[in-house]
């Protein structure tokens, strides 16, 4: 929920920058700079009727801060939800004496209301397209076949061909809280000859502890279908599932059962143990580890006609790509196969993976996925029925030179036009709010010159501190972007207005929301570049937008070679 309020407005009004005091702020830091701003801002000590309706907008603004953040349960809300969170009615009738996480279950049943009614508006749409190809040409080929295209002038290309296809398609219609109907529907056919199915599923969610399904189809290749599925909680560590149904065909009426037993063996860990009655018998234990950096399968499977061990290993990057490599065994009845294979984000919503599998007697395979959003598309490419080290060596090899080659000829010159288009459209869409911040801090800049004009005075009859320089924005320091223009503001006199006793102290929060501040470039990186004199010495130093920054410091002291 707080991600939803999140997407619907950008909340530009950071309080604890405002007053500038840490996140965990006591009631006596709060109260000392409150008062400090309020003899800045107040309107009385200004004359000029500008200048009057200026400082009272400004001594408004930074009141409305220490009033919520002063306030245990406003404050709360606030760290929570932000501005917009204390929007809500409703907050009137809750205990003061609330701690933050109920507050936060407070919230969430003063906005159900409005989820139910955005629940019937929203689908959950999923899908997925596949497309076998049969490349055994490419490698299989006798030598014969090339002399007689050869001899008879057909040319030398392989022939590749599509001999399998399956579309699948589901949504979910919410017809309730409670209430979910999910309709879905497939198309496949294999070497000329196909088929298809519709299925409607009515789920009820019964209790927190559980919920149960019931399932019609009907079809042309298997028949009508009734099914019934069921999942329970037992206990917080442990749940279960069964899933019956009943195949009507020409053959007569085919029952099925499946149950399945999970349980928490460690935070990381679960251990799966699954019993399958009907056309396709099997007794199915796994464990599965799933952790931040990696993900462990082991599974055996004892059952008619698939009796198997497998072990698999995928293994997670940190970085921003979530890059993904894995690999796993699998030995049975049926032979061995052995999969490697990768998966990477390309873009926001899309995620691209190739898997080589060999194994014997299948041969040799290349798995190409696409995720995008909600929907799969895949490619199982088959390219030979023999372990041949070629078809191996082309399977690996060639996906990664093309994806590299797409990678730079298309992805990230995309993801680029991309990037400055949304920037574009987030200046455009609060420019108007940047306006109005713009006009508030040349404002208090202008409420502060007087109170400026003292401090320097008190820190130059002492060799303290004095601000010379400050600048705040993008700045352009790489040699590749000198195409990009720098975006800065002059804030030397706010930072001089927050200088006490020789030092200015700047907590770990956006400096645009400090007085006299506001941001240059919305959605971009930004830096605060000062220029301070102390003692009589130099010194400079550039910090990051949220860093939190203490000056004087012996470190920023520039060298007089320098």
Same mark, same amino acid.
């Given at each position: 929920?707080?991600?939803?309020?999140?997407?619907?407005?950008?909340?530009?009004?950071?309080?604890?920058?405002?007053?500038?005091?840490?996140?965990?702020?006591?009631?006596?830091?709060?109260?000392?700079? @409150?008062?400090?701003?309020?003899?800045? @801002?107040?309107?009385?000590?200004?004359?000029?009727?500008?200048?009057?309706?200026?400082?009272?907008?400004?001594?408004?603004?930074?009141?409305?801060?220490?009033?919520?953040?002063?306030?245990?349960?406003?404050?709360?809300?606030?760290?929570?939800?932000?501005?917009?969170?204390?929007?809500?009615?409703?907050?009137?009738?809750?205990?003061?004496?609330?701690?933050?996480?109920?507050?936060?279950?407070?919230?969430?049943?003063?906005?159900?209301?409005?989820?139910?009614?955005?629940?019937?508006?929203?689908?959950?749409?999923?899908?997925?397209?596949?497309?076998?190809?049969?490349?055994?040409?490419?490698?299989?080929?006798?030598?014969?076949?090339?002399?007689?295209?050869?001899?008879?002038?057909?040319?030398?290309?392989?022939?590749?061909?599509?001999?399998?296809?399956?579309?699948?398609?589901?949504?979910?219609?919410?017809?309730?809280?409670?209430?979910?109907?999910?309709?879905?529907?497939?198309?496949?056919?294999?070497?000329?000859?196909?088929?298809?199915?519709?299925?409607?599923?009515?789920?009820?969610?019964?209790?927190?502890?559980?919920?149960?399904?019931?399932?019609?189809?009907?079809?042309?290749?298997?028949?009508?279908?009734?099914?019934?599925?069921?999942?329970?909680?037992?206990?917080?560590?442990?749940?279960?599932?069964?899933?019956?149904?009943?195949?009507?065909?020409?053959?007569?009426?085919?029952?099925?059962?499946?149950?399945?037993?999970?349980?928490?063996?460690?935070?990381?860990?679960?251990?799966?143990?699954?019993?399958?009655?009907?056309?396709?018998?099997?007794?199915?234990?796994?464990?599965?580890?799933?952790?931040?950096?990696?993900?462990?399968?082991?599974?055996?499977?004892?059952?008619?006609?698939?009796?198997?061990?497998?072990?698999?290993?995928?293994?997670?990057?940190?970085?921003?790509?979530?890059?993904?490599?894995?690999?796993?065994?699998?030995?049975?009845?049926?032979?061995?196969?052995?999969?490697?294979?990768?998966?990477?984000?390309?873009?926001?919503?899309?995620?691209?993976?190739?898997?080589?599998?060999?194994?014997?007697?299948?041969?040799?395979?290349?798995?190409?996925?696409?995720?995008?959003?909600?929907?799969?598309?895949?490619?199982?490419?088959?390219?030979?029925?023999?372990?041949?080290?070629?078809?191996?060596?082309?399977?690996?090899?060639?996906?990664?030179?093309?994806?590299?080659?797409?990678?730079?000829?298309?992805?990230?010159?995309?993801?680029?036009?991309?990037?400055?288009?949304?920037?574009?459209?987030?200046?455009?869409?609060?420019?108007?709010?940047?306006?109005?911040?713009?006009?508030?801090?040349?404002?208090?800049?202008?409420?502060?010159?007087?109170?400026?004009?003292?401090?320097?005075?008190?820190?130059?009859?002492?060799?303290?501190?004095?601000?010379?320089?400050?600048?705040?924005?993008?700045?352009?320091?790489?040699?590749?972007?000198?195409?990009?223009?720098?975006?800065?503001?002059?804030?030397?006199?706010?930072?001089?207005?927050?200088?006490?006793?020789?030092?200015?102290?700047?907590?770990?929060?956006?400096?645009?929301?400090?007085?006299?501040?506001?941001?240059?470039?919305?959605?971009?990186?930004?830096?605060?570049?000062?220029?301070?004199?102390?003692?009589?010495?130099?010194?400079?130093?550039?910090?990051?937008?949220?860093?939190?920054?203490?000056?004087?410091?012996?470190?920023?002291?520039?060298?007089?070679?320098?």
């Amino acid at each position: 929920m707080a991600a939803a309020l999140e997407e619907d407005e950008i909340d530009n009004d950071d309080y604890y920058s405002l007053l500038n005091v840490r996140r965990e702020a006591t009631q006596d830091e709060l109260k000392a700079s @409150y008062r400090r701003l309020c003899m800045l @801002y107040h309107p009385d000590k200004h004359r000029d009727p500008e200048l009057k309706r200026q400082a009272e907008q400004l001594f408004n603004l930074v009141h409305q801060a220490y009033e919520v953040l002063s306030d245990p349960q406003s404050r709360a809300i606030y760290d929570i939800y932000g501005k917009r969170g204390l929007e809500v009615e409703g907050w009137e009738v809750v205990e003061r004496k609330r701690t933050p996480a109920e507050i936060r279950e407070e919230y969430e049943r003063l906005q159900r209301e409005r989820d139910e009614r955005r629940l019937q508006q929203r689908t959950n749409p999923k899908g997925t397209i596949s497309v076998g190809i049969d490349a055994t040409d490419l490698f299989d080929r006798y030598e014969e076949d090339y002399e007689e295209i050869s001899s008879g002038g057909g040319g030398g290309l392989p022939h590749i061909e599509i001999n399998r296809m399956h579309i699948s398609q589901s949504i979910e219609a919410p017809l309730t809280t409670s209430d979910t109907a999910i309709l879905s529907g497939s198309l496949s056919t294999h070497n000329g000859n196909g088929g298809g199915n519709i299925n409607l599923a009515l789920r009820r969610v019964t209790s927190a502890k559980g919920w149960g399904e019931v399932e019609f189809g009907a079809g042309d290749t298997h028949g009508p279908l009734f099914g019934l599925k069921i999942f329970r909680n037992l206990t917080s560590r442990c749940f279960t599932t069964a899933h019956c149904g009943m195949q009507f065909s020409s053959r007569g009426i085919r029952p099925g059962l499946t149950t399945m037993l999970a349980r928490h063996l460690d935070k990381n860990t679960m251990g799966y143990l699954q019993w399958r009655w009907g056309t396709q018998s099997s007794m199915n234990t796994s464990i599965v580890r799933d952790t931040k950096s990696s993900h462990f399968t082991f599974a055996v499977q004892l059952g008619i006609p698939h009796t198997f061990i497998m072990m698999s290993y995928q293994y997670k990057f940190q970085d921003d790509d979530q890059t993904k490599i894995k690999g796993s065994v699998k030995s049975g009845f049926f032979g061995t196969v052995v999969e490697y294979g990768a998966e990477t984000k390309i873009s926001r919503h899309s995620v691209l993976g190739a898997t080589v599998s060999v194994g014997v007697p299948q041969g040799v395979s290349l798995k190409i996925k696409l995720n995008r959003a909600s929907q799969t598309y895949f490619f199982p490419i088959h390219l030979t029925d023999q372990l041949l080290p070629s078809a191996v060596f082309y399977a690996t090899v060639g996906p990664l030179v093309f994806y590299l080659a797409i990678q730079r000829l298309v992805i990230r010159p995309y993801l680029r036009a991309q990037q400055e288009q949304e920037l574009e459209k987030q200046r455009e869409s609060s420019a108007s709010d940047v306006a109005k911040k713009k006009q508030e801090a040349e404002a208090s800049v202008l409420l502060m010159q007087e109170s400026v004009r003292r401090i320097i005075e008190a820190e130059e009859s002492r060799m303290g501190l004095i601000i010379l320089n400050a600048w705040y924005g993008k700045f352009v320091t790489d040699n590749s972007r000198k195409h990009e223009r720098a975006r800065v503001i002059d804030v030397t006199v706010p930072l001089q207005c927050l200088v006490k006793d020789s030092k200015l102290i700047l907590t770990e929060a956006s400096k645009a929301g400090l007085p006299g501040f506001y941001d240059p470039c919305v959605g971009e990186e930004k830096s605060l570049k000062v220029l301070y004199q102390f003692r009589g010495v130099m010194h400079q130093v550039l910090c990051g937008d949220t860093e939190a920054l203490r000056i004087p410091k012996q470190s920023h002291r520039i060298d007089n070679d320098s």
